[in-house]
């Protein structure tokens, strides 16, 4: 049988987690899990493909030739598995197992339900309407399953008027403020492009939750539902702005890379095109430090220059005189530089620089997975070491059904004569049911 | 400061958490973010702060009237909320000693700082495991504990700008931008939080805890929100798919922010399938058969007038009525609020999500509420606690008498 890798001694060995999260936030949180060892079962179907976790199941290849989107596929190359090779499903589903099963058809729902008897967390991030309507809810299924802890995060909560809005991450961003607080401050909302902090502080936030709650569940014997609306977790995360308005009924607005207090504290253009460092002074003495390293101890002396409020107040005078030492510098050079004169520096990592950077190398942050199909390629690690308990990419993210076999056969118990009969069905399969079912244009 | 208990079915007086002994060192706002997520869901932390001034955020506001005050910073009341503080030197022998007796019953230690810093205090890990061997503690620096840049300082800007994701976001033509504030280090802090409920679990399961080493380049460089990604795309491809040269959106539907009659309005249109929402929204259903767009979903030279015919529809309408409207047609867009909006916006207040605190010093303030609601163990809205405020009340139990806590007081232990 091909079974998942042994994760005994890791922290979260035997913790067994149905993962019906899509997208993005919710992948992420049950990635922390699994890193940590929990068995976490993403539940798919081979009638609805997760275009939005792991890829459209055609991608014309005319899309991926040139422009960004591309790059999510090895050599820009789709393949006849595209839902295989997406950048995504392999990032954040590493150490993930997955089944099959078509939960709106009476027997899918039923294994559906044998398995989540025998789980103790399940994890959901879809609009609060998608699961509600299959019956899929903490209150008409926690009766299976008293001991389950459940976590919800929607981007808005399980209540309230925007229960049943749309909301990406993006989305989340323009609720919270975080939208209208980053920005040039010359300009207005328009220019933000979206990004998508919401998402990641979701996902920490609800790993968190499943684990506390879990805590006290191995105490009280009981689980529970847990309701993380996305949008408020992240509110706590702008805690200077909305401190500012609690205090002083004041409304932020964008700081572009500066600070509330500290100055210098921006980025600096450096030698070639579109290179910079980032500089963050705090106080007197580290302004002295950065004058002594770049050679300028006369803007120490210079009156402009003297106090936090003064170099506030000269930004743009000072950032000239300090740029005309970063431009003869590249990032990496002015960031060593600087560092070793004791200044907070750091060069804007191209993307490229960042999977060779000494620092990530030497603590081995990257690890080469090879993936069938698909390739070897480095993949950030565990976010965190865990020095008792060392965690390592143990497997690449599951194919499609990869791990039926074994949740099938030995975790539900299912029969070798039923096993057939849910083939047949096409419960269980490795490919989408849309493509089957169009064998010219698939290659096997 | 502990308050009163919000949400849970009653069924449970205290949080998931209770019973959990933490100590906090270090302050600044990953490690106090990490421990106020213990401490708001019911663990007992302790927050060991310095003589002199105490945990460096006390000084970093806001303030209100921008009038500094150690015990009133905006960012320091947020992040400590239901801790007790301890004021001790643990440069001293005495201060030394305090803190190892209070890690002997301690679960865990959230300790960020330079590392190496505690050895020469004896009060690392190394030093306190011997005393307790199911300790777990969670180390959070810039870097890690080892590596080339250990020793080097960090900011969250320098911070962004390595991990990769600075040179990516921000418009092709002008220079790149960060987030605002400091969002990432409250993830890491969530993130540091997360991984120390895993230490906790094994240290039950095999008796034993272990050093958990969080850096925050690593959290930067991990996190979800395009960083981790892109590295994806550059080992795949040599190029990332997000980056300032990217128009945003890939089909010809909305997505960004565009302006309304009161402000601005985020649209996000992830599949072009939704273009007859699109058409719904404002307000043509006879572009939903037009072959001059639905055969070029994706031609983003279309763009511009796709563009025009939406502008010319919010910018008669309010943001919250832009919202409304699109979100009742299936179509993802949110109001840009500001932060007097996200205070007033509906769903916020229907959901009861701010509480209102008192503080000694700082008055009644109204505070971002539980960052997820449990069914059955409440969260508590609580208040940070004034410098040393605890302190004679937890060396007490360890044996310490009020005249001894004073005459360490005149020392400068405590």
Redesign the interface.
Known sequence: MNRPPDTTGLPLSGIRVLDLTIVWAGPFASQLLADMGAEVIRVESLQRPDVNTRSQPRMPQAMLDEGPWGSNYPDRKAGDRPWERSSAINLHSRNKLSITLDWERPRGMEIFKRLFAKSDVLLDNNAAATLEKLGITYEALSPLNPGIVWVSLPAYGMSGPYKYHKGYGANVEAIVGHTWLRGYTDSDPTTTYPVYHADAAAASSAAFAALAALWWRRRSGRGQHIDLSQAENMVHHLSQAVMDYSLNGRSQSTLGNGHPWMAPHDIFPNQGVDRWVAIAVANDAEFARLCAAIDRGDLVDDERFATIMGRRANASALREEIAGWTRQRSPIEAMNVLQHAGVRAGALHTTREVLDDPQLTARGFFETVDIPDVGSYPFCGPAVKMQGTPLHIRRHAPKVGQDNDYLYREVLGVSDAEYDELVAEEHIGDTYAELLHQPQTVKS | MSGPWLNGDG??PSG??Q??RVLELGGRIAGP?CTK?LAD?GADVIKIEHPHGGDPARA??????DVPSIE?G??F???NTNKRSLCIDHSTRHGQQLVSTLAESADLVVEAGRPGALSRHEVAYDDLRERNAKLVWIAISN??Q????RD????E????????A??????PD???????????Q??AG??????A??????A???G????????L???F????????????????????????S?A?G?SILP?????CADG???F?A??ISWWPRFAEVVGKPELKTDPHFIDNL?DLRLKPEVDAMLLEWTMQRTKKEVQAHS?ER??????????????N????V??G?FVEVDHPE?GT?????????????PWRAGRAPLLGEHTAEILEPLGLDLAAVARMREQGVV
């Open positions: 069924a449970s998931a958490l019973g959990l973010w997520l869901y970093w506001g806001p303030y209100r009237d009133c905006g960012l009341l947020h992040c870097f890690g080892d590596g080339p840049y080097w300082d960090a900011s800007l320098t911070l962004y700008a390595m991990g990769g600075m040179q990516t976001t921000g418009l002008r220079e790149p931008l960060k987030l605002a504030h400091t969002v990432l409250f993830h969530a993130v540091a939080a997360t991984f409920m895993g230490a906790l679990f094994a039950e399961a095999a034993t805890g272990q050093l958990v080493d969080v850096s380049l690593e959290v460089t991990s996190s979800p929100d395009r960083a981790s990604l892109n590295l994806v795309c550059e080992a795949y491809t040599g190029s990332v798919t997000f980056n300032r990217a945003p890939w997505t960004g922010v565009y302006p601005y309005v985020h996000n992830p599949l994706n979100q299936g179509f993802a867009a949110s109001a840009v609020n500001t932060m007097e909006d996200l205070f916006d509906p769903h916020i229907e959901r999500f700082a303030l109204r505070y971002p509420g539980a960052p997820f609601r449990m069914s059955a163990t």
